[in-house]
């Protein structure tokens, strides 16, 4: 399934401002950064990533839901969705 901007733009706002974040969290330990303070920051970085793909997955489910709705064949199976969502759980 390809994506498309209107399926993964929250998605890619997010994993825009992880990128940031995660630029932060490097500058900050090349500074020599309280330990707590980055991993604190670390742990965002990665909430942020993970809830960017679950916006995919379900984006995914929505957008093959609504095919089948319609009548035509939808671009992934259920199986294949489901082995998505748990790569990321």
Known sequence: ME?????VGDA??????AQGQLAGVIAMIEQGEDCVKVLTQ????SKAIDRAG????????RHCQ????RGEE???SVEQLEKLFLALA
């Open 3 to 7: 994506l498309n901007e209107s399926m």
């Open 54 to 61: 679950f916006k995919i997955v379900a984006s995914g489910m």
């Open 42 to 45: 670390l742990a965002a970085v």
């Open 74 to 76: 939808a671009p992934m």
């Open 12 to 17: 890619a706002v997010r994993l825009k401002r």
């Open 66 to 69: 609504d095919a089948r709705a």
